[in-house]
């Protein structure tokens, strides 16, 4: 579904990601750790070409991203990012931010688009806040409605950056129900989190990023239970 | 006229060249580090090899003088809005000029209505410099009026009244648009 070779990535002088190799396959969850400043964001941010990647090559489902002839903008409604701080359109209800997307992108008709809005709100729990503006949300609410948005688009892969870090503990558990809820229908995805518990019952494998490369990488109990790389030992030992 | 200047401007691939941003950027900086009064003086004085008249030279000096000011508006709305706007809308895959029309330009216009509003007084009052060019203006008219009448206090006064029936007003208009928009 995903292939990485070799990516790299430099911003000026410093070198943030020095040489990826990842193979993600369809449907499978990938959760990814490491310290802040790691690359973690930039190596998701390279998977939908929110950054110019410096060399190597990142395909998926076959459309090479770092080929100069692909269509970027069609890359990037196939592949749907969800960020740590949200960035909901403000100016734009809820609704309105999840079909602003089918509408400008994929021409999908207003009505139609608002019946499948309305029913990807239902789905996130939010079939009820339609019509009201982001900013009356909670973060947690705020979030639903980010991945409903990107969702609308139909993806075949899920981008989520630290989706609950900015979250207060107790808004934590519904964005996990619901990509968990999203995991079990068969989304490939991408997530970088500290979330063990969700690491451990949702994902298929997890990544270790230090330093712009993977440290280790491993199942989520093995990784979490039983590290074997020192670095994974001493950042583990730091967050639980 | 001062009004459509600047936003014409944001016609992005040229706001983009390096050779764009060298202009306006010594344009802005000219304009807004030197006196108005100055810059009337130079457009009038600095035109008469081509005679086009003391009122097209002062409408040129206030449409340069707002046009600067403008820009310098508009690029700090744009700039103002958070950057994780741009990257969702260009992440659920609208273009370049999708993402500036249906998110960036909205919110940042809603940026751009108490300054412009400011702006938009402000070169009203300077109009009153056109005076020195002999443009007949209130400040000239009035200055007229009292060299022959001596009634320097009571002109002025009118001219001030009659400023503050143009600006009180729009004073007014401007805060419940703002009210209107939520800024
Ligand atoms: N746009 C940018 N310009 C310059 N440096 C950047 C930029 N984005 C990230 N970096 C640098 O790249 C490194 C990795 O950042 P990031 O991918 O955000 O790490 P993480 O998500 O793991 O905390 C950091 O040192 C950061 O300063
Ligand atoms: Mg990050």
Redesign the interface.
């Known amino acids: 579904m995903i292939t990485v070779k070799d990516l790299h990535k430099s911003f000026g002088d410093n070198e943030v990601l020095k040489g990826i190799d990842a193979e993600i396959k369809s449907q499978e969850v990938l959760c990814v750790i490491g310290p802040s400043g790691s690359g973690k964001s930039t190596f998701l941010r390279c998977l ?1 070409l ?1 950054e110019d990647v410096t060399s190597g090559e990142v395909e998926i489902d076959g459309d090479v991203l770092t080929d100069p002839k692909v269509d970027i ?2 890359v ?6 969800v ?1 740590q ?1 949200f ?5 734009k209800t809820v609704l309105e931010n999840v079909t ?2 089918p509408v ?2 994929k021409g999908m008709p207003e009505a139609e688009a608002k019946q499948y809005g309305a029913k990807l709100l239902g789905k996130v729990g939010l079939g009820d806040k339609a019509e009201a503006y982001p900013e009356s949300l909670s973060g947690g609410q705020k979030q639903r409605v ?1 991945i409903a ?2 969702l ?2 139909d993806p075949k892969v899920m981008l989520f950056d630290e989706p609950t870090s900015a979250l207060d503990p107790e808004l934590v558990g519904d964005v996990l129900e619901v990509m968990k809820d999203l995991a079990n229908e068969g989304m490939t995805m991408v997530v970088v989190t500290h979330e063990m518990g969700f690491a451990k019952e949702v994902g298929d494998r997890v990544f270790f990023m230090d330093e712009g490369v993977i440290m280790e990488e491993g199942d989520p109990n093995q990784i979490f239970d039983n590290p074997q790389n020192p670095r994974t030992q001493s950042f583990l030992s730091k967050i639980l | 006229m001062v009004l459509f200047w600047a936003p014409l401007q944001g016609l992005e691939d040229f706001l983009k060249s390096i050779f764009f941003r060298w202009i306006s950027t010594v344009y802005v900086e000219v304009i807004r580090g030197t006196p108005i009064l100055a810059q009337v003086l130079f457009i009038y004085y600095g035109l008469t090899a081509v005679n086009i008249g003391a009122l097209t030279s002062a409408i040129i000096a206030i449409t340069l003088n707002a046009g600067a000011y403008i820009a310098e508006i508009v690029r700090g709305a744009v700039h103002s809005i958070d950057k994780g706007q741009h990257e969702a809308g260009r992440a659920i895959g609208l273009t370049e000029k999708q993402t500036m029309r249906y998110i960036v330009w909205p919110q940042a216009f809603k940026r751009m209505i108490p300054p412009l509003g400011n702006q938009f007084i402000i070169s009203l009052k300077d109009t009153s410099l056109f005076s020195v060019i002999a443009v007949g203006e209130v400040l000239y008219m009035a200055k007229q009026y009292y060299n022959s009448t001596f009634e320097i206090f009571e002109t002025l006064i009118m001219v001030c009244i009659f400023y503050l029936i143009i600006t009180i007003p729009t004073s007014i208009i401007l805060r419940n648009v703002e009210r209107k928009l939520d800024v």
């Open positions: 939908n929110l903008n069609k990037r409604s196939q592949v749907g990012m960020f701080h960035n909901l359109f403000p100016h602003l997307g400008k992108v980010a948005r990107s609308a688009m």
